[in-house]
């Protein structure tokens, strides 16, 4: 991929930040937050997104703290070249790599860039030790690209109860600006006037912010593992970007950052590897009323999706149709999520040639939970697959339908119950119990392609298992 001329915002990428980063042109991003996958080999298995999303979070690094540390550099390198002289980049990571990354930063900014290192302060929050002190901060290294140059825009923090409680002695007036004090000043011709000093409504910010996680019942919580607050996204955007200024996020996970940045007037972009995250992005972005929003890179071939991680795929999958997850990852018994509206059983397979016992064990799936018509998604299926399927509405009564991605990108998959009697009358057939008599497996199949849509039929000169 040829580099690119010119930068548009308002777009999400679907892709490996590194590869992206490398189209962007030199020196036109304001803004950069952010928070990489940390060095702490915690692996999340979780319900995310509107509490109906699934996926596979790992942050797990095989070689050791320079494997990861080498990974973050190139990546930084990148960073540091397509940043404005007048750019700000803020690095979010923990104890557990902190004191890597800041020589690591040193190395690729230059340690004279070196601004600020901030303690994010998150409060109640802590991992529970019985020997040592409990962790209750992240750290967040700012950087320029040229000291002095950079965009800082000054936030004021509130004044303490004491300091507060002092001041207001002092400025012992008001009107409708707020408190004053009066006081004598210097004029340029050496005579002096009495003139009003109201009281600030604050004091300098800090380098140690105290805000609280996002809580369970905050209204802001999607339930991703790794979300951060909109407020100190918001203290970011404010100090370090201007109205209009380009803030990036490589790595944008749930999108907080460029929610701040919508709401603050700054045009944003970010990158995610996870198709997942890009759609929970462009809900979320949409919620608070953006409608520019273009999506780069998502899977649209089956090649693409073959290459997806398993959560990846079947999150995918669910989205397609509209269909709402499992609510439970490990231990879903066979079921994957459920039709949309009726809410019938959904498995999903990332394989091809699909075949007799997967159908058999779906059947058992769909029992347990109550129904009888389910729906199994996969990129192909083999002929005992079909049979399986014919057999058990014969024996069983059960409406299994085999679903191809194929169909589903084409937009051909019908997942919607059909009204009585439009499959019309099917071949009569003897008791399951009497073996002998049974009908054949041609006789089965023959009498299931009246009763199954297209999408489960299958297709001339199908295979074996």
Same mark, same amino acid.
């Given at each position: 991929m040829a580099p690119i001329g010119f930068l548009e915002t308002g777009v999400i990428y679907c892709d490996d930040n590194l590869h992206r980063l490398s189209q962007f042109p030199a020196e036109c991003i304001d803004l950069v937050y952010l928070d990489p996958p940390f060095f702490s080999n915690r692996h999340y298995e979780v319900? +995310?997104?509107?509490?109906?999303?699934?996926?596979?979070?790992?942050?797990?690094?095989?070689? =050791?703290?320079?494997?990861?540390?080498?990974? !973050?550099?190139?990546?930084?390198?990148?960073?540091?070249?397509? *940043?404005?002289?007048?750019?700000?980049?803020?690095?979010?990571?923990? +104890?557990?790599?902190?004191?890597?990354?800041?020589?690591? !930063?040193? $190395?690729?900014? =230059? %340690?004279?860039?070196?601004?600020? $290192?901030?303690i994010w302060y998150y409060g109640p929050k802590a991992t529970q030790r019985v020997s040592s002190f409990q962790h209750k901060h992240d750290t967040i290294f700012l950087y320029g690209t040229q000291l002095g140059h950079h965009t800082f825009n000054l936030q004021l923090q509130e004044y303490g109860e004491g300091s507060l409680a002092e001041r207001r002695t002092r400025y012992d007036q008001g009107d409708d600006r707020g408190p004053y004090r009066m006081t004598t000043r210097r004029t340029g011709d050496g005579s002096k006037v009495r003139a009003k000093v109201y009281l600030k409504s604050g004091v300098p910010m800090t380098d140690v912010w105290d805000i609280p996680v996002i809580n369970s019942t905050s209204k802001e %919580?999607?339930?991703?593992?790794?979300?951060?607050?909109?407020?100190?996204?918001? &203290?970011?955007? *404010?100090?370090?970007?201007?109205?209009?200024?380009?803030?990036?996020?490589?790595?944008?996970?749930?999108?907080?950052?460029?929610?701040?940045?919508? %709401?603050?007037?700054?045009? +944003?972009?970010?990158?995610?590897?996870?198709?997942?995250?890009?759609?929970? !992005?462009?809900? &979320?972005?949409? &919620?608070? =009323?953006?409608?520019?929003?273009?999506?780069? =890179? !998502?899977?649209?071939?089956?090649?693409?999706?073959?290459?997806?991680?398993?959560?990846?795929?079947?999150? +995918?999958?669910?989205?397609?149709?509209?269909?709402?997850?499992?609510? &439970?990852?490990s231990g879903d018994m066979g079921i994957d999520g459920f039709s949309f509206m009726l809410h019938e059983p959904i498995q999903v397979k990332q394989s091809d040639g699909i075949g007799r016992n997967v159908v058999d064990n779906f059947e058992t799936a769909v029992k347990r939970v109550g129904h009888v018509k389910g729906y199994i998604m996969a990129f192909s299926f083999g002929r005992g697959a079909y049979e399986e399927v014919a057999r058990a509405r014969a024996e069983a009564g059960l409406d299994i339908r085999l679903v191809k991605v194929s169909d589903l990108l084409a937009d051909k998959a019908d997942l919607v119950t059909p009204e009585p009697g439009m499959f019309g009358t099917d071949l009569p057939l003897p008791s399951a119990r009497d073996a002998d008599s049974r009908p054949s497996i041609e006789e089965l199949i023959e009498s299931a392609r009246g009763a199954l849509p297209r999408a489960a039929e299958p297709p001339e000169g199908y295979g074996s298992d």
């Open positions: 319900i +995310w997104g509107d509490e109906a999303e699934v996926r596979s979070f790992e942050d797990r690094w095989q070689g =050791g703290i320079q494997v990861y540390v080498n990974w !973050m550099q190139e990546r930084m390198l990148e960073l540091h070249r397509i *940043l404005k002289p007048t750019g700000s980049i803020y690095l979010h990571c923990d +104890w557990h790599a902190s004191h890597y990354l800041k020589v690591m !930063m040193d $190395e690729v900014f =230059g %340690r004279p860039n070196f601004i600020n $290192e901030v %919580r999607l339930g991703y593992p790794t979300q951060k607050p909109e407020a100190l996204m918001e &203290r970011i955007v *404010l100090a370090s970007s201007n109205h209009g200024d380009i803030v990036l996020d490589p790595f944008c996970g749930c999108g907080t950052t460029l929610v701040a940045a919508q %709401r603050l007037g700054r045009q +944003w972009i970010g990158i995610d590897i996870s198709p997942t995250a890009v759609n929970l !992005m462009k809900r &979320r972005l949409e &919620r608070i =009323g953006t409608t520019d929003i273009k999506l780069v =890179g !998502m899977p649209v071939t089956e090649a693409q999706l073959h290459a997806l991680k398993p959560f990846e795929f079947q999150n +995918w999958v669910i989205d397609r149709i509209n269909g709402t997850h499992s609510p &439970r990852k």
